[in-house]
């Protein structure tokens, strides 16, 4: 085989991709993306030596987790990027190596991460032949390590956005680094099963810290009705999750007579109070990231890809796309980091903008969100009641992802199936399978409760927790709750093990189960956790009903 990766729902026949990636990764992309894992667990080697030494490693670890979010699913396919970042991630490791064994020697032998070197871009291909996944021929705790270190993608994504806003904290830092850096021991599989959990834990401190940047920066997400038509100017569309890139791009467009939309998970950024001065934010632009394709060509004017999901290019809309942050596509202008204390430089597309046509308009009418965990809170007694009257009978979280396989149609499916005394909550680009439904209200309480992005599940866990409280009972479990998540890539493995860490039980998963966990591994989860795959729409939605 040419390449081996199987971190996302859809890998080749659900076991993992060899030839190239269903993301349209190429082999050459895969194996550095591998080399570049590799280095970032030299990174974490060295870091976690360094923290018991009390040495700082911030920069190294906001790094490594800036490389490993590069690596996610659809965010960076740009093979010149990754030879660059091996290129640093080689550099910082040596450094971190020389502070610590100027203090003094690591007993034992070191893991060839924290010593291998190379120069060229054929070194760090070989390289990541030769360390990708399957390097460790042991099912279990392979799988293991690789949930551990799927899950810690999602995190990095997460603790890079808090960043970008100036929010971070040492001490996830140091865990980050703890936990890479696990992966490198050759632990066995109940200290790693212990170590998933902790990765857990540290994701949620991660989702708090996050939420925290958000709403300290930006305010607390309000009920909105979002416009998804369009107005006359031309406009740029702006995709995927950093809201600092949002806040920038709309002030340097404010008066130049372009209009800003959202577009698939940066929807949620009409839910933001700070940005809602804005006139000419105009609203949401097409759906899910899927669909890019379509959407893209139809808006006319220049996007901007701050995060992932990116996809193969068409020649409809190549010359008018941009990537910013860790995203990148071979050939298309990348945006520049912002410089210490200023502003990254829009100008290149803002000035495309005005030479193109205004969006074809593809819809009209809004459509509701902005029910993160402080407002759902504000509305905690009118949903109480509605519970203890009876008129709501179950929550149903469906968050996560969305996704091109056609069984996904079982979460449009499961929405249109539920009784009309059950609320739906969900988060992330999932929502694209039913928002745009008509499901109506209850009471006024619209049943489907949009928190947000992916992270904002993390509103969900409040929420839920809060509910706990009020109602007085001892278990989460014991709610009428239940959960039915739709995953893709690794922010939703993230999110999936912070609620495994809450303590949340009896998830049903799908389309797939991952292909990354193997059969012993799936069955700890299913013993302890109660995890189960998705299943036939009446008789899942039959057994939510019923609380299984």
């Known amino acids: 085989m040419s390449m081996f990766c199987f971190q996302c729902q859809e890998t080749a026949r659900n076991q993992g991709c060899t030839v190239r990636g269903v ?8 194996t550095l993306q591998d080399a570049l894992i590799h280095t970032v667990r030299g990174i974490a080697f060295w ?3 360094a923290t018991k030494q009390q040495i700082n490693v911030s920069k190294e670890g906001l790094f490594a987790m800036q490389s490993l979010f590069a690596t996610i699913t659809n965010a960076n396919f740009d093979n010149a990027r990754f030879v660059t970042l091996i290129g640093e991630a080689l550099k910082q490791r040596d450094e971190l190596r020389a502070k610590v064994e100027a ?11 924290a010593v291998w070197q190379g120069t060229t871009e054929a070194d760090y291909a070989a390289k990541g032949a030769e360390v990708g996944v399957l390097s460790n021929q042991n099912e279990d705790t392979r799988s293991l390590e690789q949930l551990i270190t799927l899950g810690l993608k999602g995190l990095s994504a997460y603790a890079d956005h808090a960043a970008m806003l100036g929010y971070e904290d040492d001490g996830i830092y140091a865990s980050f680094m703890e936990a890479m850096a696990d992966t490198t021991r050759g632990l066995s599989v109940d200290q ?25 920066t930006y305010g607390h997400p309000e009920i909105t009705q979002v416009n998804i038509g369009v107005r006359g100017n031309p406009g740029i569309l702006i995709s995927g999750h950093d809201l600092h890139d949002m806040q920038e791009l709309l002030d340097q467009t404010e008066g130049t007579g372009v209009d800003v939309y959202t577009h698939s998970e940066m929807l949620p950024a009409n839910y933001y109070p700070a940005f809602k001065k804005y006139k000419h934010f105009v609203g949401n632009y097409g759906s899910s990231w899927w669909k890019q394709n379509e959407d893209f060509t139809t808006f006319n004017g220049p996007i901007l890809m701050t995060t992932n999901c990116i996809i193969p290019l068409k ?11 860790m995203a990148g596509w071979p050939g298309v202008p990348h945006i520049a980091e912002r410089p210490k204390g200023g502003k990254k430089d829009f100008s290149a597309i803002i000035a495309l903008a005005k030479k193109c046509p205004p969006p074809t308009e593809i819809e009209t009418g809004t459509i509701v969100g902005g029910f993160a965990h402080n407002q759902v809170l504000a509305l905690a007694d009118k949903v109480v009641d ?3 009257s009876g008129a709501i009978k179950r929550f149903v979280v469906m968050a996560g992802c969305d996704g091109r396989h056609k069984t996904r149609s079982y979460f449009t ?8 005394d059950t609320v739906i909550l969900t988060a992330g680009c999932a929502k694209y399978r039913y928002n745009k439904l008509n499901l109506g209200d209850i009471g ?4 489907v409760l949009d928190a947000g992005q992916c992270n904002d599940s993390y509103s969900l866990a409040v929420i839920a927790l809060k509910l706990k409280e009020v109602f007085g009972l001892e278990d989460v479990n014991q709610l009428p709750l239940s959960f039915d998540i739709a995953w893709y890539e690794q922010k939703a493995v993230a999110v999936l093990l912070a609620l495994l860490a809450l303590g949340f039980k009896g998830m049903r998963l799908g389309p797939t189960l991952p292909a990354f966990l193997s059969p012993n591994v799936a069955k700890v989860l299913v013993e302890n956790f109660h995890i189960k795959p998705t299943g036939d729409v009446e008789a899942d939605v039959a057994a939510m009903m019923a609380g299984n």
Do not use: S, W
């Not at 993301?23 to 895969?30: D, F, S, Y």
């Not at 006024?444 to 049943?447: D, E, L, Q, V």
């Open 444 to 447: 006024g309480i619209p049943r």
């Open 23 to 30: 993301c349209g990764k190429l082999p050459e992309t895969a």
């Open 413 to 420: 499916d499961v929405a249109e199936a539920l009784p009309k």
């Open 47 to 49: 870091g976690a030596e």
């Open 103 to 113: 203090n003094a020697k690591v007993a034992g032998a070191l893991p060839d991460c």
């Open 386 to 388: 509605a519970v203890k």
């Open 315 to 325: 020649d409809a809309y190549k010359d008018r796309i941009f990537t910013t942050g």
């Open 192 to 216: 790693l099963v212990a170590r998933t959990l902790q990765t857990g834990h540290d994701i949620v401190k991660v989702m708090a810290l996050l939420d925290k940047a958000n709403t300290e």
